[in-house]
């Protein structure tokens, strides 16, 4: 799965509906970031992944959500409190919804407290601190965004991107940015592996309107199912519009 961003009941409901639960063999879940901001269930996907991590039955790969909540806090102890990213990008809501802060109104009467208790929380503490850059296995590779490369603005609408060999070894930024990328749009820029990489980050309408006319990216018609392609799986459902989470099973 990826990019749950909050939302507990269409997760459980993709679950349900791979057979997750009825499957009483071996099984791990590899969830590919961005598991919290813009939904309004923060506390219950918290507590999931949580449950998830003590059972040791789950992978968690870092998303470009993760990085925010961690840099509202850093921007916090700068003195810039809350900027407009952090309301747009939902980071500001689960800051409340964690901390049981009723309301930004409230929050203001007590900032220090709110954001000391926001760094306390299970996803600060514990969730954040155990997600990988990425996640390898003999046939596939794991990422949020994309893997590291160089991306290349050619236009205000499109980038080039070249491939790295060493991108296993990028550093921290590199990984960063690599989040923030349209791994459909790398993929089919040439910048792919020998393994099938699965993605999230970007909703997966773009791969089906763009490289296969199906729908319109964000229209009424837009197709959120995963986008398959050589060498990619790309699975963000767009849940804040789509209102579906996308669950793919792998058998090994």
Known sequence: MSDIHGFYTAMERALKGAGYYEDRGPKKLLVLGDILDR?????????????????????LVRGNHEDLAVDMLNEWDEGSYVQRHNITNGTL???????????????????????????????????????????????????????????????????????????????????????????????????????TIFCGHYHCSYGHAMYEGIGEELGPDAVFTPYYDTGIVAIDACTALSGMVNCVVIEQ
């Not at 939904?39 to 992978?59: P, R, S």
């Not at 596939?140 to 205000?156: D, E, L, N, R, T």
């Open 93 to 195: 809501d689960t800051l409340l919804q964690l901390t049981h802060t009723r309301d930004t109104s409230v929050m203001m009467t007590d900032l220090e407290g709110v954001r000391d208790a926001f760094e306390r929380t299970p996803y600060i503490q514990e969730i954040i601190p155990s997600m990988l850059d990425y996640y390898e296995t003999k046939d596939y590779i794991f990422v949020h965004g994309w893997i590291p490369c160089f991306a290349i603005q050619m236009s205000q609408s499109s980038r080039m991107y070249i491939p790295r060999e060493d991108w296993q070894h990028a550093s921290r930024k590199e990984w960063e940015e690599a989040r923030w990328m349209n791994g459909m749009e790398a993929c089919h820029s040439g910048v792919r592996e020998k393994k």
């Open 39 to 59: 939904g309004g269930e923060a506390l219950k996907v918290q507590k999931f992944v949580l449950d998830h991590m003590h059972a040791g039955d789950i992978t």
